[in-house]
């Protein structure tokens, strides 16, 4: 399994920026697409936006589009989330993964479509 490691969470008013980090540990990073979720307290482990493994394409949860952008540099095994507009909404847990699955055609979005997730990140919004 790919060790995945978040940075850059942190408390944020609303409609204030962050960028989250994800650094890969495994030199086949470019090979798998990547994707980061969101867990707040009380809910279910939410999709918010996925990248490719190759062709850079990128999606998003509806509630998250126009506001963060996903992108990943695999020169530097990293897989980057640009948030900004944040809504006190956006407060929650964020965890980077990787496909588990080389290569995929599809654009995975499924938690089960991951095989190696990070440790978490807090990102808390205040009103």
């Known amino acids: 399994q790919v060790q995945l490691v978040e940075s850059g969470g942190g408390l944020v008013q609303a409609g204030g920026s962050l960028r989250l980090s994800c650094a890969a540990s495994d030199r086949t990073f470019s090979a798998y697409a990547m994707g980061w979720f969101r867990q707040a307290p009380g809910k279910e482990r939410e999709f918010v936006a996925g990248?490719?493994?190759?062709?850079?394409?990128?999606y998003y949860v509806d509630s998250v589009k126009g506001r963060f952008t996903i992108s990943r540099d695999n020169a530097k095994n990293t897989v980057y989330l640009q948030m900004n507009s944040l809504k006190p909404e956006d407060t929650a847990t964020y965890y980077c993964a990787a496909d588990k699955l080389a290569a995929r055609f599809s654009l995975p979005r499924e938690h089960t479509d991951f095989g190696s997730w990070g440790q978490g990140t807090q990102v808390t919004v205040s009103s």
């Open positions: 990248i490719s493994w190759i062709g850079g394409r990128t």
